[in-house]
């Protein structure tokens, strides 16, 4: 089974693509990236190169991959950045055909679209696209606590406003929602999963570094995708894949790099060196 991915592409460094398909192959998964964006670097360095790819053209990839059969190896769905509101279509058009050929398909939709501190950094269109048309979709949806807050209209400023807003996402259609980035007491850093069953939290240190690195969201969706894939139950899976990102996240701050160490960390993504349970919230 394969993994068809919706996400951005830099030559340089680890975002989107370029941070999902490696740590998914690590864990013995195939995927099929379809890049909505090549870009020389991610747009953090200040200068970049390259340009949206059109809506047109990733149809004709979903549409060639589906007229070779091929599209019907795909089992599942993973997506984050667009970079255009007309790619949600064809995102959702994917989805439905991989679901036809197989209804049990997962569909992981990461949001992207900006996050605290850098505010909204996506097509203002992108919002309406998330909402009204692929978060139905989604099996599991990742948001951060700032584009959750961009979906619900609701303050986030505790893990009770992040249940809460999740909730909301759940009426929407949703099938889970792991909210990413939200502070859980003084230098600690927390993952949220809600269903209908209930809510975990898995709490890690807050790693400190002088230039944040870009693309943890997209490894943590991916890593998430990948463990529910292997028939872990969401809150383990979650608890495995937060434990990976930390150990990435800590190889990288000893490093000292500002783009994710994936290759020299690449153990983590295997078998994380701690292990964070989830706690269930009352």
Not at 58 to 83: D, I, N
Not at 151 to 170: M, P
Not at 241 to 264: C, I, M, N, P
Request: charged share 15%; proline share 6%; net charge negative.
């Amino acid at each position: 089974m394969k993994i068809l991915s919706f996400q951005s592409a830099v030559a340089f460094g680890h975002v989107g693509n370029s941070a999902a398909v490696f740590p998914l192959q690590r864990m013995g998964l195939d995927v099929c990236p379809v890049d909505t964006v090549q870009f020389s670097n991610h747009p953090g360095y200040g200068t970049w190169k390259g340009a949206c790819l059109p809506a047109e053209q990733l149809a004709l990839v979903v549409e060639g991959l589906s007229e070779a059969g091929l599209l019907e190896r795909c089992g599942a769905v993973l997506s984050g950045y667009l970079g255009q509101a007309a790619t949600g279509a064809v995102l959702a058009d994917a989805v439905g055909r991989i679901k036809a050929h197989h209804s049990e398909a997962i569909y992981l939709c990461d949001p992207v679209m900006g996050d605290d501190g850098t505010g909204l950094y996506v097509d203002p269109a992108l919002p309406e696209i998330f909402s009204t048309l692929l978060l139905p979709l989604a099996d599991l949806a990742t948001p951060n606590r700032f584009e959750l807050g961009i979906l619900t209209g609701l303050s986030i400023d505790s893990v009770e406003d992040a249940v809460r807003a999740a909730n909301a996402l759940l009426s929407r259609g949703a099938g889970a929602v792991v909210v990413t980035s939200l502070p859980a007491g003084e230098n600690m850093i927390a993952c949220l999963a809600v269903t209908g069953d209930g809510a975990w939290m898995v709490r890690t240190p807050l790693l400190r570094f002088k230039i944040a690195p870009n693309g943890a969201g997209d490894l943590l969706s991916a890593l998430l995708l990948g463990h529910r894939l292997k028939g872990r139950a969401l809150p383990e899976a979650l608890s495995m894949a937060v434990s990976s990102l930390y150990g990435v996240l800590d190889k990288t701050r000893q490093e000292g790099g500002r783009e994710l160490a994936l290759v020299a960390a690449q153990n983590e993504i295997a078998v994380p060196t701690r292990f964070f349970p989830p706690l269930r919230l009352p």
